[in-house]
């Protein structure tokens, strides 16, 4: 699904309200019940796993989101696609399942896409280890809501040169060299450079201003379709080139075109 059309609105009613009054409920219990479970790991490749609870989540989302919205379809990264032509329940269960096996920062990430546009009505991404909660509402704003306290998400007005560049190891070991390439790049125009967490917590990351750019190669829809909706709905982009995915304030992305 190519990115540029991932973000077109698409108004069918589901806005703030439904946000923070239907769907985060669900989110939150459902994430909240698997934290610090026993689980089994199964290998889907080199580095990339899978485990009991990513399936248990996923399969309690899609049940009891079909019963917030009847119509929608789903595309999930464990069971795969049963989308419709009006609404798409995007779900990543575990985005990070390395992070969630290692008792690290995981995500659940859940968006809602009008396929017919492309459009990206509604995001959620909530960390369960640390209770933190980014949502947006296709425009409504981005929010934060941590230790109770809620605040609306902007992107950092990076100086020059300042600011910390995060990023995302492939996958495929043999696109390392690419990746590190990239990164050498960034780091010419930022303070530091550092691997942090998942997908959809490293894009929020910038658009609540910590992070001046996030890039990573290979990125699938349900990655970062609701952390892309947070970015936008904050003041920030996001551009693809060819496998490699950069999100940030547009001024960022004209630095890294630019180096």
Known sequence: ??????????????????????????????????VDTPFEIEKKGHGNFVTSVDKAIEQELIEQLHDLIPKAGFIAEESGEDSKSELNWVIDPIDGTTNFIYGLPYAV?????????GGTLLGVVYSPKTAKLYYACHGQGSFAIENG???RLSVGAFPDNEGIAIFGMPYNREKTEKIFNIAKKAYGFSSDLKRVGPSSLDICMVAEGKAKLYFELDLNVWDICAGMLILTEAGGNYRQEDDLFLFGADKVLDSYKGE
Do not use: R
Request: glycine fraction near 4%; charged fraction near 25%; charge should be positive.
């Open 1 to 34: 699904m190519a990115m540029a059309n991932m973000m077109k609105n698409g108004d069918y009613g589901y806005n703030l309200a439904f946000c923070e009054e239907k769907l985060i409920p669900v989110i939150k219990k459902i994430a909240d019940k698997h």
């Open 149 to 151: 306290i809620k605040k």
């Open 109 to 117: 990430s859940v968006a809602l896409m009008t396929p017919e546009t």
